[in-house]
């Protein structure tokens, strides 16, 4: 079975950035997503990535959230700039139903 491990969360200050790391254990078959949950909130999509490269993010992230895929298709990453204390969130990879640990990123005014 798949398993994904997410890493590169931390404590950071408004306006700094963050790469996230999602490593699976085989190669992503079609897609893998990220998604968050801030606290006291449900869990919500953040952004999606393809095999062939196609990208879709949520519509309400702008232009601070960037995911990619490593070209052995095992890694994919969330960069997370000019990030807000409203980023402050535990943040999940998944892949179909696989779905990492999350990393827990703090942002502080």
């Known amino acids: 079975q798949v398993q994904l491990v997410e890493s590169g969360g931390g404590v950071v200050q408004a306006g700094g950035s963050l790469k996230l790391s999602c490593v699976a254990s085989?190669?992503?078959?079609?897609?893998a997503t990220w998604y968050r949950q801030r606290p006291g909130s449900q869990r919500e999509w953040v952004a999606g990535i393809n095999v062939g490269g196609g990208i879709n993010y949520a519509s309400w992230v702008k232009d601070r959230f960037t995911i990619s895929m490593n070209d052995a298709k095992n890694t994919v990453y969330l960069q997370i700039s000019s990030l807000e204390p409203k980023d402050t969130a535990d943040y999940y990879c998944n892949e179909e139903v696989i779905w990492g640990q999350g990393t827990q990123v703090t942002v502080s005014s």
């Open positions: 085989t190669p992503i078959a079609r897609a």
